[in-house]
């Protein structure tokens, strides 16, 4: 069962490399008690929960605000866009091991860098 739009169950994560790929991560968090639409059950079982992202086909949209907000816009002073307390940029970086090489170095050793 495949989602036609939003994050699938899988996720939609860049696969990396065994160097690492630098990203941004932007989060924007925004109110759904003020921007939901009358008439839409967020609730969505049947359809694993991405109806959040761009609605049920044939009803709809369940945001008051437009698909991607804040991102549906150009970004014209990142200064000004972070100083808003409800939004956030880290950098990342995304590793990808092959699953063999991944077992020959995990030896139940964990100490990984998670601040960077």
Known sequence: DHRHCGL????????GNEHGLDFELWVA????????????????????GSMSYCGIL????????????PFDRKIV????????????RVDVKIHH??????????HGDHDHDHGH
């Not at 699938?8 to 696969?15: G, N, V």
């Open 8 to 15: 699938p169950d899988r996720l939609l994560i860049p696969k």
């Open 58 to 69: 044939g009803q709809k949209y369940p945001d008051a605000r437009p698909m991607g907000f």
């Open 29 to 48: 968090v925004t109110d759904h008690d003020r921007d939901a639409v009358e008439g839409v059950d967020i609730r969505d079982d049947d359809h694993g």
């Open 97 to 106: 091991l092959d699953k063999h090489d991944h077992d020959d170095h995990d």
């Open 77 to 88: 002073c990142e200064d000004t866009f972070l100083s808003f307390s409800n939004i956030h």
